[in-house]
């Protein structure tokens, strides 16, 4: 049996600062703790980064897609369009407002949605596209902006992990009818726990204003029935303080996969789009010989390795068909990155001698049979 390495390289590394801590501090001791004017102040600054678009702050990402689906008014008898190579969110989201997901497979390159195969999965039924920007890789979001056109469908971004991620210049969160973030620790940046709705539309803001916050806006004059998912003005602040470092952070995550991406040839790295910008929530190399002893290899040489996700969505559990079988869905390159997938650490607090390690062990482990 052999120990935990001696200088683990974590998979993730959450970022918890001087400066996180004295804002929440602050706020504690200012005694105005939940959606008041850190929250407020959150709101606003975020909005730079979704191209002006409104922001409303929930208290996670989860929270962002359900709330976002319910002011859509979608529930029971609808369709909506999701990867089944995703977070079981994306789909939990979908069928905690009593609705279906249709599960569809993703382009082998980006790991994302695959366009051709959304539009062939619209029926009668569908009311909506949900594109999951996977890894901190945009969708095609051109193109699935243009399906959701010629059907009239809404279009959700599951952008939990693609904070700052660009479509030729357009930021995610800034196409779909709404964009839904992650401020989870492990995310690109966090607030302890939260999320983030983005829209264009005055009215859907205004009605995520009200569904986050039991129907009101103005106190006990409640307009429709609400939940509660609000942010806590600890977590907007953590947030804001976070916000404040991503551009930097996003720079070394992007300049940590380029290292890697020219180092690494033993396992098979992540190719980008043409006019994507990754934000390289994950670094997500493909093994094509055997997965389980290149991360038995990697494990043993301290670096931090997982796989996001090991199983497709629609295998899991609850999305089994009646019989216990995975239902009708046929997604080959679904299965095969499943099968395929490793994450290696890729994260902003990596020096360059973790980088040499990461590459030197991926190599090492390409070749582990
Ligand atoms: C993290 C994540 C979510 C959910 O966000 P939470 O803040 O954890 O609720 C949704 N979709 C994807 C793709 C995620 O990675």
Redesign the pocket.
């Known amino acids: 049996m052999v120990g935990p390495h001696p200088e683990f390289i974590p998979p993730a590394r959450p970022i918890i600062g001087e400066a996180e801590i004295e804002a929440a501090v602050r706020v504690l001791r200012s005694g105005r703790v939940v959606q008041g004017p850190e929250v407020a102040a959150f709101e606003e600054e975020f909005g730079e980064l979704v191209a002006g678009r409104h922001c409303v702050a929930v208290n ?4 962002a ?1 359900q709330l976002t689906l319910m002011a859509l008014g979608f529930g029971p008898g609808d369709e909506v369009i999701v990867p089944s190579f ?2 079981a ?2 789909a939990n989201a979908v069928r905690l407002v009593g609705a279906e997901p249709v599960f569809v497979d993703i382009e082998p390159g980006s790991f994302c949605v695959d366009p051709e195969a959304v539009a062939a999965a619209v029926t009668p039924r569908t009311v909506a596209i949900m594109p ?1 920007h ?1 890894y901190g890789h945009p969708a095609a979001m051109d193109k699935i902006m243009a399906i959701a056109e010629r059907h009239g469908l809404a279009v959700v971004e ?1 952008a ?2 693609a904070h700052g991620a660009t479509l030729h210049g357009t930021p995610v969160g800034a196409f779909g009818t709404a964009g839904c973030f ?3 620790p492990t ?1 690109n940046m966090h607030a302890l ?3 983030m709705v983005t829209t264009a539309d005055p009215e859907l803001a205004r009605t995520l204003r009200l569904l986050r916050n039991q129907g009101m806006e103005q106190r006990y004059a409640n307009e429709i029935v609400g939940a509660n998912m609000r942010m806590t003005d600890v977590a907007a602040a953590i947030g804001r303080v976070q916000l404040t470092q991503l551009a930097e952070w996003t720079e070394q995550r992007r300049a940590n996969a380029k290292f890697l991406d020219s180092t690494i040839t033993g396992l098979v790295t992540p190719p980008v789009a043409d006019g994507a910008r990754h934000v390289y929530h994950q670094y997500t190399v493909r093994a094509t010989g055997n997965r389980d002893a290149a991360m038995t290899r990697l494990t043993e040489l301290g670096i931090g390795n997982a796989v996001y996700y090991p199983t497709p969505i629609h295998r899991l559990k609850p999305y089994l068909a009646e019989d216990g079988t995975p239902g009708p869905w046929e997604l080959p390159e679904t299965e095969r990155a499943a099968a395929e997938v490793i994450s290696l650490p890729v994260h902003p607090s990596l020096s360059q001698a973790d980088l040499d390690r990461i590459a030197e062990g991926a190599n090492l482990a390409g070749g582990a049979r």
């Open positions: 996670s990402g989860t929270s897609l995703s977070f969110a994306s999951v996977l599951d939990a992990q992650s401020f989870y995310k726990e939260g999320g």
